[in-house]
């Protein structure tokens, strides 16, 4: 795609740290350099203000990542392409059906109503709910990591997005602040939605996140 695109030796490339290694991975393979940016806390999507910032006289693209079913804001990073003179490529998620995506809304605002002492997701701008991602408050992953364990044990199939992120594995790390990229991969935690869910298994997974507060004795 980046090939195909013209990027090539020397190039930077904007990309998001929040998951999709892959991306930065192509970004090396055309011969570019991956250039972190931070992520919208809401949409978990880029941040069209830090890939302005992040942006040099050797910036030849921008990779915008919509995620968990979440678009990212494709007006403002158009306009920084322009303004820049930047090519602003995006890597979707596949769609489910409508009928599927109509469900998991459902089931989305069902927990919207339901859960308490967790974050839960906006549902904004055509929210598919590819994903069902809330934040887990507290002191970041030993918490998140407790409460996950804790749900699991309650027969919860939940599961952390993005387990670390990308400017923070080795073959990638950069001393870049992105402050929001890590806090959310400290605090997600992305719930069952599925279309084959039952009204008793929804119940179930509101069950056992009411019963723990959202939050675990606190980790010191």
């Known amino acids: 795609m980046l090939r195909a695109a013209g990027v090539g030796v020397g190039d930077e490339v904007v990309v998001p740290a929040f998951g999709n290694v892959e991306v930065a991975e192509a970004v090396i393979q055309a011969g570019g350099l991956p250039v972190f940016a931070d992520i919208d806390p809401v949409t978990y999507c880029l941040d069209p203000s830090t890939v302005e910032a992040a ?22 990073m158009l306009e920084i392409g322009q303004r820049h003179g930047l090519l602003v490529l995006q890597h979707g998620e596949s769609e489910a059906p409508y009928d599927e995506i109509a469900q998991r809304r459902q089931r ?23 994903q069902y991602v809330v934040r887990v408050p507290g002191n970041g992953r030993p918490d998140r990591d407790a409460f996950a364990r804790a749900l699991r044990a309650r027969g919860v199939d ?63």
Not at 108 to 119: E, I, M, P, S
């Open 55 to 76: 942006t040099t006289p050797r910036t030849a693209a921008v990779v915008v990542v919509h995620r968990f079913g979440r678009p990212a804001d494709m007006g403002r």
């Open 158 to 220: 939940c599961r952390v997005p993005v387990k670390a992120p990308v400017h923070r594995m080795p073959a990638f790390r950069r001393c870049v602040p992105l402050p929001e990229t890590e806090m959310a991969a400290f605090e997600t935690l992305a719930l069952p939605v599925d279309a084959s869910l039952t009204k008793r298994d929804m119940q179930r997974i509101v069950s056992a996140c009411n019963s723990l507060g959202g939050l675990l004795q606190p980790a010191y």
């Open 108 to 130: 989305a605002a069902f927990l919207d109503l339901k859960l308490r002492g967790v974050r839960t997701p906006d549902d904004g701008d055509g929210h598919t709910y590819q």
